[in-house]
């Protein structure tokens, strides 16, 4: 995984303020305008369906000659709907590009990461075979961050707060890897928001914004997976705005959850 410059220094002022371990009750319950939910990817994989060997991300339609296509007036990402979960991670998703944005999306939502206990269980079940130490490397910046917070190294968090990942917008490409069939493998940065809930109800006054990360993704096994393998095969985007077109030019847009 890797974060956006920056990322961790935001991401620990927002737990210091919800967790009260600079200055107690500065964060209240928040909520996040959840994006209209519309469509699905009807397509599901058959027994040993690999991914397509098309572009990695939706044909994105729209942009006009003088270029003033922007993520916010272009076509949407609408995402596969999942089909089931299991060790705290969302599953069933298809062997397709919008498969392969899909798991990204919802496992970053999902992931617990400030508590290293249900992490390892949401990364044993969705980490490539080929990365046998993804699990573990991200379970120390885990650690890390919590003791950078004063918590304990290994742990929860408090139980009357709880924090929301909103992810809005993907950038997605099929990275080329020698042996493998195009689209087998992708690369997903992913632009969202946070938000904390904390004790006595409210709205968030510092909830972190405009946040980036990239996960790597590979079809293995009927599954989408994560792994660290091919990072260096990934690049960096520029930097996503909703009215940006130069987000738009690079590939940026917007996600919409199924329904």
């Known amino acids: 995984m890797t974060d956006s410059t920056g990322l961790r220094a935001r991401r620990a002022r927002l737990v210091l303020a919800a967790i009260g371990v600079a200055v107690a009750a500065l964060l209240v319950a928040g909520g996040f305008a959840a994006a209209t939910l519309m469509g699905d990817d009807k397509g599901q994989p058959s027994a040993g369906a690999t991914p397509s060997a098309s572009a990695p991300a939706p044909t994105r339609t729209g942009a006009s000659a003088s270029g003033a296509m922007t993520p916010e007036k272009g076509k949407k990402i609408v995402l596969s709907a999942r089909t089931g979960q299991k060790d705290g991670v969302s599953t069933g998703f298809p062997a397709s590009p919008v498969g392969g944005i899909s798991a990204a999306v919802y496992f970053w939502e999902e992931y617990a990461w400030l508590d290293d206990e249900k992490a390892r269980q949401q990364l044993t079940a969705v980490t490539s075979k080929g990365a046998p130490e993804y699990v573990d490397k991200n379970l120390s910046e885990i650690r890390k961050m919590r003791e950078a917070l004063g918590l304990a190294p290994s742990g929860g968090i408090p139980a009357d707060v709880s924090f929301t990942t909103a992810v809005h917008a993907a950038r ?23 938000f904390a809930t904390g004790p006595k109800g409210g709205a968030d006054e510092n909830p972190l914004r405009g946040a980036t990360i990239a996960l790597v993704v590979k079809w293995e096994e009927g599954a989408w997976r994560l792994t660290d393998q091919y990072d260096a095969l990934g690049d960096f985007p520029v930097a996503y705005e909703p009215t940006s077109r130069f987000a738009w030019t690079d590939g940026w847009a917007q996600v919409l959850h199924a329904n």
């Open 172 to 194: 997605a490409k099929s990275l080329k890897v020698p042996g493998l069939p195009t689209g087998e493998v992708m690369q997903v940065w992913l632009s969202y928001d946070r």
